[in-house]
């Protein structure tokens, strides 16, 4: 089944814990990126990257790390997580959104809590 | 500062109603817009929209773009309760592909 799948799906930590959200997708999609997305806020990109060793920032990409070593997976890093991290994560891919028509697949999202 | 910005913030109708959301945009090299339904979790897409003036349809939703006055509106018709979720509207630049998501809709469906 094509998918794009995220562990963990809950996460409550503390500030200043590193962690790593992973983002894996079996489509062979060269575009991945991550968004964040907080009540009244919609959803705002934090990175994204348009194929392998390529990445580049989003609209708030302050306090986040990402890697793209492999095609299929994208992880989010936080090293140092703060509590305006806490936040619900999305992490999204497609085909190549330089083709018009490619729509974006959505992972099932992350909650993450930082105390 | 590119910016989206999502009109009526949240509606409540019946079944059976039209509803038509708002999508405005200030976002230099604009290439596309993507209309998105979000029910409990993760969007859904709906529509990528680049031509000005052409109507999308699927089902009972349609959208269009213009890009002279930098808006889009969806329109659902003959509303049902399964349509009640956020319905979100972004903007793609044309270098970098880089998105820009507008604070989305909630339309509420009542039976």
């Known amino acids: 089944e094509a998918q794009v799948t995220q562990n963990p799906r809950y996460l409550i930590t503390v500030t200043g814990k590193k962690l790593t959200v992973t983002c894996s997708q079996n489509m062979n999609h060269e575009y991945m990126s991550w968004y964040r997305q907080d009540p009244g806020l919609g959803l705002r990109q934090i990175y994204y990257?348009?194929?392998?060793?390529?990445?580049d920032k989003g609209d708030v990409p302050e306090g986040y790390k990402v890697s793209r070593k492999e095609k299929r997976n994208f992880p989010l890093i936080l090293e140092s997580p703060s509590p305006n991290q806490t936040s619900l994560y999305f992490c999204?891919?497609?085909?190549?959104?330089?083709?018009?028509?490619?729509?974006?697949?959505f992972g099932p999202g992350t909650r993450l809590t930082v105390l | 500062e590119d910016k989206v910005v999502q009109s009526p913030l949240s509606l409540v109708v019946h079944e059976g109603d039209t509803v038509t959301l708002n999508c405005s945009y200030e976002v230099t090299n604009f290439r596309s817009l993507l209309w998105y339904k979000q029910e409990k979790k993760a969007p859904t897409f709906l529509f990528m929209l680049?031509?000005?003036?052409i109507e999308k349809k699927s089902g009972r939703l349609s959208s269009i773009l213009d890009k002279k006055e930098l808006f889009s509106i969806l329109n659902i018709t003959a509303t049902q309760t399964g349509d009640s979720a956020i319905y979100l509207c972004a903007a793609i630049k044309a270098a970098g592909n880089k998105l820009t998501f507008g604070g989305g809709t909630r339309v509420l469906v009542k039976p």
């Open positions: 999204a891919s497609s085909l190549s959104l330089r083709l018009a028509g490619h729509e974006q697949f």
């Open positions: 680049t031509s000005s003036g």
């Open positions: 990257s348009m194929n392998v060793e390529v990445t």
